[in-house]
Every structure is written in structure tokens, then in C-alpha cells.
């Protein structure tokens, strides 16, 4: 009983001061990696060279993943799915390289990938005492933020000069440091190598966020500079054993957000009221296209990618509701929070400075729930016309106004993204056009009742059926040489429209438009501002002790390679060949289980008992797509590319539940780039690369 | 608007009128089968004549599974566990046939199962009448009940006079029904063939109730007629090309009884009270044994029968408790309730006749649920000694009363197998005794209370170690000879007795026989009154709309072959030999996943792709065991061994969801024993049965 602090303070240190439920919790910056934690967990703590070599490999592609090179030519890995643009870019009618897959033999084969850009992490600068100190004490919180942001301008702008390719003053900790990002950028980046996206993605959307799994959803590129093969500072050697199961493991990449700095008051919302609300719009809405669907071949193919990315929600927001049901990990994120807020009321400086940021964001967050429905409803969501319609009369009502009263999208500097899509000249099908839009407004009077003023203005005594009739069939607004000239002629051009899209939007665009605002300005505005006081909080508490949330830039992540508890039963941590030949004839190879030629081939060709894929406890969410796995020598043992159904908690909470990451096994690359697709060179680089 | 009955009775009769929620539900009797329901849902009926070859070629083991002829020569399929038995007692030091497998070529090489007995059902007898009518209407419930016993028990014995070898009187729709079972009686049954316990048994206690699975459950036996291979009535042909998935099966066995005809009261108390405090005990002896079998290797292996017996209840309570929680089955459970009470309501014989059993029932319950902990606790479970010591103080007790005053197991009928378990010479280990006596008792004072009088004459005053340290190294009834000699002495004997364990159950009997009492008298005794008035009510309602509940004789019920949802993804209705070398690569060939070594070896022989299990939605419960599976020809094309983890609610009520009966595929019974166990003999005998 020495102890020096009453208990209640020290239960409340422990719970928030970097000790972990579990052991394989966090996505830590390169320069702050809780060395000790690991080497007590794993009887390992990497060098400063071990960790240098592997954030120097590591690459963050602009497409929204990560990759790692592989080799001292350039060569980088990462997943087929976030290489897929260049794939399919690249592809022309004779060569479907996304079906029939793509590899280089030689250096002279390998193609440009168009607007592809990868960036590797040189340094890292704490700029926090520059930044916070641009902005004076007695600022508003407002004017504080834009003398911030003005100074992280000229902090980037500085480091550009001086000679450095790409410079990001990244925000960490809510605002608690300012880290200077400085990156050596490769432009020309090239194809060498993508399997067929049915070996990729086997299983297609059923398998999708699930173990066990069967993908080789791998691609290499090549960085180049003046037109050779780039040298890059560090490079990945690659395990010639693999791991094993028990083995810590290692994934550098760049994970891009997380909702898990939510408060339980948020995070309670999301359970009871905001997602299954989302989700019942969701799953009503596949109901609609999938109904669609049902018409023909044909329209089950112009719908097919809206199936495919509405089932893939689905799946993630039933996830989400699942995980937010556990009653344990619930009871540690409140238990986390009652602990910060003891020790914030416990010290009257960080009191006075930060407030009661819980309190005002649940008094937001009970008003954002109750009009929730109209959050989605309210608005153009759906048809695609409908959508156009909407965006034109807002366009040429917000582009009346002073830049900085409008919107955020339709701000100068983002009007040409707008203006890309406004004006694009996708197809439109008028009978899906009907379709949704039947649909949609069936569901909002539905949810939001007959006597909404949003369902009355846009039914206006109509079924929804005839509205979409009328408006479909009467708009020239598939054509964008329309939108064109409606945009340009501006607020009378749109009020003397006679386009029935054009009309029925200006029926809903006052609704429409005051939603919006208050969602802005009585909402959104209230969680950024509570929500930088309370990044506030939990910086003087915690500091670095915890890890930084997430932000599209570089991290490291530890953990286990382990199996979990499911249906009665263990899953093992790995597959093998023999579990994708087992799929594959267990669902009569039919699609989204059916095997590309080659593969049903070759089978004797290989050693089925390679392990394909397998999970760990490593902490990963979206964006870490494409980062290499490697072991305790810092050697290639697999590429992270997705997570399974359990998973989707890691969005509101690291456990260990049952969640796992799942990454393609190194020596399935090996096997495959061997056996079924002959790609001698490619493997010789690897094994080449010490 | 032409019904002319009320809207709500109309309600009541479409839900209670043998409309299922799913169309396979039902195990049905031979003698009603629903044609017309598997007319529409099928497509397909059954004539007489193929229901009438299924029925003669279906087999029940007393062993306790089921199983059927598949050739002209007597040849049984059923399960490897169903045999074990046999194949365990045929085993001698030098062989080992549990490990190894068995396979006789010839039929001199078929060794006898001793005390194997094998039944067909040859014909049904309606018999109520004659039951009935045995009942004076005046007659008290009790003296009914004899009446009828009686009556069946001459029944039966003029059957077996008039020339029938087995003849049993079956009480069908609890009362609804006497049917006479006329049985043919095979007694010499001999082995011909088994796999490795590893091959039928793969995966272990983990895969049990799971799917997907890798099983080759499967044995086959022979009967024998006067020293030659019987001439069964009917055999099944074995179908070349097997299943494939949305195909329609039957499965035709003796399942054993369920838990279906329960009241909501009791089923909400199951799921609330009686089935969680039934697991808590269960996962604490559990946890006692592993953390005896941790001690070391020898004790490993003495516990380890123990430890999977009580592996395989958490997991299947585990299972009843998540089947309860599910809403929409308890729903319509309970709207079927309702729906009956109003039928019962609205008929005023009826009522008068079976008054309300709900509310009897629902009394009792809460009673047994308040106590039920008790029920557990008070009494001998758990230490092997404690139990003896028990039992031979209240055989000295019981069997100085008259013999119908006798708790049932120690009426003069019962006491042979009573004392052949009592006197049994199996070796009891004094560590694991202390073990499990320390942890019996430690977990009765936490949950009882160390104030409960049970509590308080078991430890006197001591810890539940020093009780059991000084109970088990005092007492001598380890050896069988001395439990005799104690039985022998009676009354007197007991009373003098200075063996400490003797000491501790006189000390305790007083507590554990009121409980027994209680529950027999004040709880049970209800149920089975109000539930024989239940069941009176539901046969008055439904009559043969429905199936009676289970009672391990011969249904016949229909299923399809399908997948489900699961983890995100949907579950392949099939598993392929691919499958289990997967399951085995992927978990290093380390037990229970570990195969034997001329699977090992014999990968390259079979066809990889062959069907190994598969799953069905026909309603099948424990007895299963054994069951054919076959299609519209009536050719085998399964063989039932289990269900997967949801399969368990089938227990409560059928479910479609997700609920699956799991059967080994009759191509992988072919593949294996043609190209691993080299049975051709075997294989032949097979496919010649036409």
C-alpha cells in the first residue's frame, strides 16, 4: 500500500494510458513504436536500421493503397485490386487484361500505368511548436484553425522549395503535433504483372470480407525514373520460409481513417439509430436494383456494378452493427472514456481548456439521429438524373455567391472535380433512370411519411411511379451538352426550364439545401470543434503513449499469426491450394467460385499443401491494401489485402477476438507466378532481391 | 368475404394446421407421410412400393443410432461411431482396429459385434382403440395411465406369441396414438469394414456439430441368419451418380426425441434459467478438468474421455441457448401456442377435457427454475466415489421399501444394470478424485451459498479441499468388493461405517433425496400429467396434420440439399476430398486434424474433386446416427452422421435458417475405399446391389 495516488486515479491511468486490452493494438507512427509493448509481447523490438529499411520500401500509391518494393530495380508489390485502374486502363478489346491477366516478361513489355503516382516516406519533422504557435491564444477557434492551416501551407511550401518532391504537414493526434511528411515521389510507375481478377478476387462479393479465403489478389509494378527502373533507397528481401502459425508478424502501410475516437455517445447513436437506419436504406435499395436486375440480361448487367458496391455495404454496415453489439468491448470503450474524463475534470488548466466536448457532441448527436432518415432522403440519391438535376440547380444558385459562403464542393479550387462529373458522358439507361427513381421516392414517403413536406413537394399528389415517369421520360438531361448550357445559363435558365428533372429539383432543392445546412452548420460543425477539443484532452493525457488515429499516411502495426473461434469451431490461420481447388469443386465451379483455365490446368503442376492465405492479429484497416507482411528479419511473408467479416469492428475498436487480417502467403506467390503463370523472370528478381 | 368462420379461428387453423413455416419440417411416421405437401414442394411423392423398400431396407442399431441394408447379402451401412462399440471390443493389444481401421475381405474374416441387435420394421398396427378403451372414462389420471400400460404390455406379448420376434407398442402424439411396431430381430451382426477413428472422426471434438467437415463416418457391418449372411426383405441400390446441390433427399432413421413439444413457459425458462445454469456448471467442471489434465501427461490421459464428454455438452448447450435466442422461431413458436389455446378455448369438450396444462406447466416451471440450481448441486455429480458412496446408501435405503414405492432406477426391474454400473471394477484415480471432488464442492458453496444447508453438511466447517483430501485417501470403495460388501450389510453396515466417503453421503443423502423428491413429485410428476392432457389437446386439433414428436422408432423426412449463410458469406453445400487435405495442410497435420498415413500417402490416387459431406435441411435429430440418404430413385446417395453448430435448435423447433443435417457424400464412401483402403471386394458387393 505504498502506493503514492488514490486509487481511483491510478485505475484511471491504467485504463488510459497505453495499456492495452490486447497486446496487437495500434497503427503507430515510425517515429513513435511502442518498443518496450512488443518486446514483451513478442520477445522482439526492431532496430532502428530493421525499421528504417522497412519504411524506406514501403510505398503508398495514389490510387488509395499501399505497396512495398521488392526488389533493388524498382519492383513494386501490392494488391490486384488497388492496381486495377492501371489494369484496366490498360486494357483494349483485344486484351482484357482484367479477365485474361498480364505479365512482362521482359522490362521493354511493361506498360505505363496512366496517373498513377507512388510515394516512399524520407523523413519525418515535428513542426507542432511552428504550427501551434501561427495561431495566438486569444484566437477564436475558428481563426485559429485557418492561421494553422495557413502556416502548415507555408511550412509545405518551404520544404518543396528546398528540393523535396512531395511535403505534407500531416495532422496527428487531433491536433496534438504537426509532423512535417517529406516523400520521394515516383511518377512513371509500370505493369509488370496481375493474375486474372477471378484468381484475384475467387469468390467474388459472397467472399468478400470473410475467411477462410482464396485470393491471390496480388499485382507487381515497377517504379521508374528517366525512363529506367528506379533505385530505391531500401528494398524488401523475401522469406524463403514463410511464417508459421504463432509467428509475430509486421505490416507497414497506410491506413486511412477509423471511426474509434467517437464518443460512446456517438458510438451508441450509430448502433441504435444511425446505421441500421443506413442499413435498411442500403437494403432496400439493393431490393430495387436487384429488381431491376431481374428484368433481362441486360439490365442485370447495366446494374451489376451498383449491386456489387450496394452488397458490399451492406455487408460492411451489418458488420459494423455487429461488432457495436458486443457488450465487452462496448464496456471498455466506456470504460476508456469515463477514465479521460476523471482525469480531465481531475485538472481545472485542462478543464477550463477543453470543456465538456462529451456533452456537446451528444446534444448534436441526439439531433443528428432524429432527422437521420432525412439525411438520406432528403436530397438526390438514387437516380442519377435526379442527381444531375440537383446538382445544376444548386451549382448555378451556390456559384452566385462569395466563394467562401459556398458549400465545400462547389469552392473554386473543387469545381473542376465537380465539373468533371457533372459533365461526364457515362451512359445513362432511362428504364433503371425509372427504376431507382420509383424507388427512392416510394422509400422516403415510406419512411418519412405521406405529409413530409420533402415527400409532398416531390410526389405533389402523383404515385412515384408516374413522377418518375413524367420526369425520366420528359428530361434531356442525358445528354451533357444540355447541362451544359443549362449551367451556363444560369439562375434563368434554370427557372425557365422546362426539363420535368429540372422542375421536379426545384421543387426539392429548398428542402434539399436547408437539410444540408443544418447538417453542416448544427451538426458536422459541432463534432469538428468538440472533436478538436477533445483530441485536445486525450493528447495532454495520453500523448504518445497511444497512437495517432489513422490518416492515409505510414504506419506500422504488429501481430500474430493466429486462427479464432467460429461456428462451433477453429479456423485455422491459413489455406491452402488444396482449399481453393476445394471451393472451387464444392460450388460446381460455378462463378463467382469458378477457376480461370490455367488454373484448372495446373493443378498437378502444383504443391497444393502451399498456404495461400493467412490472417494475424495485426491491427489493419482500409487503405492498408497492398502492405507487406513481413517477420521478425523484416522479410516478405505475405501482403495484407483484406480483413474478415469480424473485422469491420476494427473500424470502432481494435479486438482479438475473432478479428483478422487477411494477407496473401509469400510462398503462394512464388508457387503461382511459377507453376500457372511461367513468370521465370519475375521470380528470379524476387529470389534475387538480399 | 364467403368464409364462414371467424377471421381469428381461421388465423388460428392456418397456424396450427400442419401449415410449416418450412416446407422440409417433419419426421414423419411411415404410415403418414405428407405426400401432398412434398407433391408441391418437390415435385415428387413416393409410391407405396419405394416407401415400402426404404422402410424394410432402414435398420435400427440398439446400440442407439440407425442405419440400412445396401446389398442382398445383409451388408448394413451406418456410422463409425454407431460401431464403435464393436470395433472397440474386436480390438485385442496386438490390434487396434479404433486406430487402425478394419476391413475383412472375406466374410470368414468378419468377426461378431457381441450384443449387437438389429431391427426392421416390418408393419404397423393402429392399436388406440384397444389402449383406449383399456381406461375406464371414470378413471383417475394414474389409474388410467396403468390401465393402458397394461393393456400395451398384453398387446405386445400376444404379438411376440403369435410368431414376431420384437413387437413394442408406441405411444405416438403423447396419447394420440398406439401403433404396434412389428419387428423383424437380427442378433448375430458381425464387422466388415471401418476406417481409422482419425479418418471417421476427423477434426475432433473442434469440427463436431460443424460444417464444413471432413468425415468419412461410415462402417459397415453384416447380418447373419443361422450362421449365414442374411436375406434382408429389402436392400437400397447405390446410386452412380450421386447428389447435387437443390436436389431433393430423404433420410429415413429412428430419431431419438426432442424438446419441441415444450411450452413457451418452459422454453423461455430453458433459455433464461435452466439451460445457462446447466452451463455455467458444465464450463466449471470443465474448467476442473483441464486444469486437472494439465498436471501432466498420465493425468492428461485419464481425463481426457471426461474432457471431451463435457467439450462436446458446452458446445451443444451453447447451441440450445443461441437456437432460444433466436426471435423469429420463438415467435412463431409462441403464435402456435396461442393459436392452439384459442382452438382449445373455443371447443368447450375439449377444454373440459384437458383444463388448462399451460398454466400447470408454467406453475411447475417456475418452481423447478427457482430451485433448479439445486437440482445440480444437491447431490452426488462428479467425483466417481462420492457418486458410489451415494448410491450405495440409498440402495440400502430404497430397496427396504416396498417396490413401488422406489425411486425408479431402484425398482427390482432396474437394479441388475443398477449394480452392474455400482460394481463395476473400472479404475478410479485418487487425484482426479480429489480434483473433482474439491471442485464439486467449491462449486456448490459459491453458487448454493456457504449457508445452504447442503453447503454446510458437505464441508462441516472445513475447505472443499480438506473434505475431499480427507474423504478420498480415507475411503476404501475403490475397490468393488468392499462397495459390495457395504450393499450386503444393509441398513446396519451403512450406519457403522468409518469410511470417510460413506460418512460424507450419510451427511448428505437427507438433503439430496428431499430434492430428488421434490423434483420427482412436485415438478416432473406435473409435466408429465399436464403435458399428457397437452398432448391430448394437440391430437384433438391436429390429429395427422403433423408428425408426433420423436421416439426412436423409424420416420422417414425430406430435405433438400443446400448451403446457407454464414460469416459473412454463404456456406458450399458440398466439402471435396480437396477439402480435407486443406483442412489438414492448413493446420500443420497436427491432431485432431492430423491424417492417417495411408492418406497420407494415397493423396495421389484419389480424385481430389469427389463430394466428401454434404449438407441437407432434412429434420433430423440424435438417432439418427446412421440414417441413409437417398433420392427420388431411392438409391443411397448419403449417409447421415451429424448437423452442423445451428442444427442444435432443431432440438427447440426446425429452422431451414441455417439448421443442416451433415452426411458423408456415397461417391467419397466409393473413392476411399476403392483407392485408399483397397476394399474392392467391399466395393463390388455395393455396386452390384440393384
Known amino acids: 500500500m505504498r502506493s503514492t495516488c488514490r486509487s481511483l486515479v491510478c485505475v484511471a491511468a491504467f485504463l488510459v494510458a497505453g495499456a492495452f486490452a490486447w497486446a496487437d493494438e495500434g497503427m503507430w507512427t515510425y517515429d513513435n513504436i511502442p518498443a518496450s509493448q512488443w518486446q514483451s509481447a513478442y520477445g522482439f523490438a526492431p532496430s532502428a536500421a530493421w525499421l528504417e529499411r522497412l519504411r524506406l520500401a514501403s510505398t503508398r500509391l495514389n490510387d488509395g493503397g499501399s505497396g512495398s518494393f521488392v526488389s533493388p ?24 487484361y482484367v479477365n485474361e491477366g498480364f505479365y512482362a516478361a521482359t522490362r521493354e513489355q511493361e506498360p505505363a500505368c496512366p496517373g498513377y503516382e507512388v510515394d516512399v516516406l524520407l523523413r519525418i519533422e515535428d513542426v507542432t511548436a511552428r504550427v501551434v504557435a501561427a495561431a495566438p491564444q486569444s484566437a477564436s477557434d475558428e481563426a485559429a484553425s485557418l492561421a494553422r492551416k495557413a502556416e502548415c501551407a507555408r511550412i509545405e511550401k518551404a520544404c518543396v522549395a528546398g528540393g523535396a518532391e512531395r511535403c505534407d504537414v500531416v495532422n496527428l493526434y487531433r491536433g496534438g503535433q504537426y509532423h512535417l511528411y517529406v516523400y520521394k515521389k515516383y511518377t512513371d510507375v509500370r505493369l509488370v504483372f496481375a493474375p486474372e481478377q477471378q484468381t484475384a478476387f475467387f469468390g467474388g462479393d459472397p467472399d468478400n470480407f470473410t475467411f477462410p479465403r482464396h485470393d491471390l489478389d496480388v499485382s507487381f509494378l515497377r517504379a521508374y525514373e528517366k525512363g529506367q527502373p528506379a533505385v530505391p533507397a531500401a528494398y524488401l528481401a523475401w522469406s524463403s520460409q514463410g511464417i508459421g502459425a504463432g509467428d509475430v508478424v509486421f505490416v507497414s502501410g497506410n491506413p486511412g481513417s477509423t471511426a474509434r475516437l467517437k464518443t460512446m455517445d456517438q458510438v451508441v447513436a450509430d448502433r441504435d439509430a444511425i446505421l441500421p437506419t ?33 452488397e458490399n455495404s451492406v455487408k460492411a ?44 457532441i451528444a446534444t448534436a448527436q441526439k439531433q443528428h439521429a432524429a432527422r437521420y432518415a432525412e439525411t438520406i432522403y432528403v436530397g438526390y440519391t438514387g437516380s442519377k438524373l435526379l442527381g444531375i438535376a440537383g446538382t445544376i440547380v444548386r451549382y448555378v444558385s451556390e456559384t452566385h455567391k462569395p466563394n467562401e459562403s459556398r458549400l465545400d464542393e462547389f469552392r473554386d479550387s473543387n469545381l473542376a472535380s465537380l465539373e468533371n462529373q457533372l459533365f461526364s458522358p457515362a451512359p445513362i439507361y432511362a428504364d433503371m433512370e425509372r427504376a431507382t427513381l420509383t424507388g427512392q421516392l416510394q422509400q422516403a414517403s415510406d419512411v418519412l411519411g405521406r405529409e413530409h413536406p420533402f415527400v409532398k413537394a416531390a410526389l405533389a399528389g402523383q404515385t412515384p411511379a408516374e413522377v418518375a415517369e413524367k420526369a425520366v421520360s420528359g428530361t434531356k438531361l442525358a445528354d451533357p451538352k444540355v447541362r451544359r448550357a443549362l449551367v451556363k445559363g444560369g439562375t434563368r435558365a434554370i427557372a425557365r426550364s422546362d ?6 429539383a426545384r421543387r426539392l432543392e429548398p428542402l434539399a439545401i436547408a437539410v444540408r445546412h443544418w447538417l453542416d452548420d448544427e451538426i458536422v460543425a459541432v463534432y469538428d470543434r468538440a472533436g478538436e477539443r477533445l483530441g485536445r484532452a486525450r493528447w495532454a493525457v495520453l500523448g ?25 469451431t477453429t479456423v485455422a ?25 490455367r488454373w484448372q490446368e495446373g493443378a498437378g503442376r502444383l504443391k497444393l499443401a502451399t498456404p495461400l492465405d493467412f490472417v494475424s492479429t495485426a491491427d489493419v484497416v482500409g487503405g492498408n491494401s497492398g502492405s507487406p507482411v513481413v517477420d521478425r528479419q523484416g522479410q516478405v511473408v505475405g501482403l495484407v489485402f483484406d480483413g474478415n467479416i469480424q473485422s ?3 473500424d470502432y475498436y481494435y479486438t482479438e477476438a475473432q478479428a483478422r487480417t487477411v494477407a496473401v502467403d509469400s510462398r503462394a506467390l512464388i508457387e503461382a507466378l511459377d507453376k500457372i503463370y511461367g513468370a521465370s523472370a519475375l521470380v528470379n528478381e524476387i529470389r534475387a532481391a538480399k
Open 73 to 96: 530495380s524498382g519492383l513494386i508489390m501490392s494488391n490486384h485490386h488497388v492496381a486495377l485502374n492501371c489494369i484496366q486502363n490498360l486494357s483494349s478489346q483485344g486484351h482484357d
Open 278 to 310: 443506413r442499413l435498411a436504406f442500403l437494403r432496400r435499395t439493393l431490393d430495387i436494383a436487384r429488381g431491376y436486375a431481374a428484368q433481362g440480361e441486360e439490365p442485370a448487367r447495366r446494374v451489376r456494378a451498383r449491386i456489387f458496391g450496394l
Open 317 to 360: 454496415y451489418e458488420g459494423f452493427i455487429a461488432a457495436l453489439h458486443d457488450e465487452a468491448a462496448l464496456a471498455r470503450k466506456a470504460a476508456e472514456e469515463r477514465a479521460l474524463q476523471e482525469r480531465v475534470r481531475a485538472d481545472a488548466a485542462l478543464l477550463s481548456a477543453v470543456g465538456d466536448p462529451w456533452t456537446e
Open 499 to 504: 426539363d420535368p428533372m429540372i422542375a421536379l
Open 544 to 568: 504518445k503513449s497511444t497512437y495517432p488515429d489513422a490518416t492515409f499516411t505510414l504506419r506500422i502495426t504488429s501481430g500474430v499469426v493466429k486462427g479464432y473461434p467460429a461456428e462451433g
Open 573 to 597: 490461420p491459413f489455406t491452402t491450394f488444396y482449399g481453393l481447388y476445394d471451393r472451387a469443386a464444392a460450388n460446381g465451379n460455378r462463378p463467382p467460385w469458378d477457376l480461370p483455365a
Open 648 to 650: 469491420l469492428a476494427l
